[in-house]
């Protein structure tokens, strides 16, 4: 198993509906998870993090983690083409570093 | 706060010439800095783990000669990839942690990243 595992996808939604993205994780990767957002030949960019059980909202954005299952999902409300770009789940190990899922595709359809 | 500057942002360059790449906290001293190595359509795969004043931690399957890490300052990292080869070239990422950093909300801070192109 993977230590942190997505779908590529692509996602594909239309403009103003709901993007689901999901993400499993293994034991080596502790209890500090993130999203990040790269758009094709950038670097990625910090969207949340959530460290808790439950569910952390910022603005269209809310990410939720289930430690229990070892899952953590991000939901984009009222997607928009400019939400288009892979998706990337990461999580902290003991020692700091991050370990990036293999990101999920969401292309938003106008 | 808490820029990091990647240099160059693409090299192209014939195979068997060695490169270097920069990586600098303008705003903030980084005692750890990572390298990041990412090909087409996959994830971001740590490459090497510095901290200012030692050796650079490689992580597994990642030749150390081949890729030269120098963490000689705070503020300042290189990457260096010796005698490059047409597989070498990716897109590499820098990112730095900072002696302050928050890192339940901002782990790392990224470099802009360079791609690199070997014919």
């Known amino acids: 198993q993977k230590e942190v595992e997505q779908n590529s996808g692509p996602l594909s939604v239309p403009e103003g509906a709901i993007a689901s993205l999901n993400c499993t994780y293994s034991d080596r990767v502790s209890q500090s998870f993130f999203w990040y957002r790269q758009y094709s030949g950038k670097s990625p960019e910090l969207i949340m993090s959530?460290?808790?059980?439950g569910d952390k909202e910022d603005g269209r954005f809310t990410a939720q983690l289930n430690k229990a299952s070892q899952y953590v999902s991000l939901l984009i409300r009222d997607s928009q083409p400019s939400d288009s770009a892979t998706y990337l789940c990461a999580g902290g190990d003991s020692s700091y570093k991050l370990i990036f899922g293999s990101g999920t595709r969401l292309l938003v359809r106008p | 706060g808490a820029v990091v500057s990647q240099h160059p942002s693409w090299v192209i360059c014939k195979s068997g010439t060695s490169v270097k790449i920069e990586c600098r906290s303008l705003d903030f001293q980084a005692t750890t800095m990572f390298w990041y190595r990412q090909f087409p359509k996959q994830s971001l795969m740590l490459m090497a783990t510095?901290?200012?004043?030692?050796?650079?931690?490689?992580e597994q399957g990642v030749e150390k000669d081949k890729f030269l890490i120098n963490h000689a300052s705070l503020t300042l990292s290189t990457l260096t990839v010796t005698s490059a080869h047409p597989e070498d070239s990716s897109f590499y990422i820098c990112?730095?942690?900072?002696?302050?950093?928050?890192?339940?909300?901002?782990?790392?801070?990224f470099g802009d990243g360079t791609r690199l192109s070997i014919l």
């Open positions: 990112s730095a942690d900072g002696l302050f950093s928050d890192y339940s909300n901002q782990p790392q801070h």
């Open positions: 959530i460290y808790s059980n």
């Open positions: 510095s901290n200012e004043g030692s050796k650079a931690t490689y």
